[in-house]
């Protein structure tokens, strides 16, 4: 369940970098024909070919980053009956779910955590943590790689994409307004585009992102209520909320930044700090099982 933070983070960082290339060649000077005055349907164009740009190089190479940052291995052939379960149960679990086989991975942390990742639900990857085969027994391991495979078959990572490229669009665009409006209207500059334009829209599309950041974490906590029931259905209810009661009790140690919220284990946030959150509360995905469980 490590897909969003990983997917986010590459995405900005790939945002960045188209953003500091399309300056060095000049693509900005399409945006002002006038040269008092934004073409808003070009300037559209450009924002959205930036925005879902970053977000599509981002998924394209989130399994290759995934296991850079997470160091997860690949189990190509199995070495010990653990590995050997496994690859049978996601590939079971893989076949009930309607998607291909996904690669199977074990990743060094003594926190019980696991991800999936990949751009097609037939090609994806599924990881697990060494924490988790430690502190869980096999009903709970197999819980969580119910959830892991809802995840692909949900196609959670192409909604995500979808949804953080029109979110990139949108802030791309309103900086872009809001960096013309200081630099005409309030600095009165009336020949290209000054430094005024240039900081203020940095720093518009600063707040506009972390803004519109709290949408994608909204969408990524739905996507983690629908996974546990995907768990539950693939592996049993029970399995799935005594995997999640074992989360809560465990080792608390996050994954990398990059990966926070491709994790199954989300951070103890509440309050306002909630709406940044990639991870509802365990205690309320709990409650979410046990109101779905037939008494």
Known sequence: MKRVALFIATNIAILVVLLIVTSILGVNNYLDETGTGLNLTHLLIFAAILGFGGSFISLVISKWMAKRLTGAKVIDRPNNEVENWLLQTVRRQA???????????????????????????????????????RNMNQDEVEAVLGHEVSHVANGDMITLTLIQGVVNTFVIFLSRIVGHFVDRVILKNEEGHGIGFFVTTLVA??????????????????????????????A????????????????????????????????????????????????????????????
């Open 205 to 234: 599309q600063i707040v506009f992102g972390i803004l519109a950041s709290t949408i994608v974490m909204w969408f990524s906590r739905q996507r983690e209520f629908r996974a546990d029931a995907g768990g539950a259905q693939l």
């Open 95 to 133: 076949s009930r779910a309607g998607i291909g086989m996904p690669e199977v991975a074990i990743f060094d942390s003594p926190a019980p955590n696991a991800f999936a990742t990949g751009m097609k639900r037939d090609a994806a990857l599924v990881a697990v943590s060494t924490g988790l085969l």
């Open 236 to 295: 049993g209810s029970g399995k799935m909320i005594s995997a999640l009661e074992k989360l809560q009790k465990g080792i608390q140690e996050p994954l990398p930044d990059q990966m926070a919220s491709f994790g199954i284990n989300g951070k103890k946030d509440y309050g306002w700090k909630m709406l940044f959150m990639s991870h509802p509360p365990i205690e309320h995905r709990i409650e979410a099982l046990k109101r779905a469980t037939p008494q």
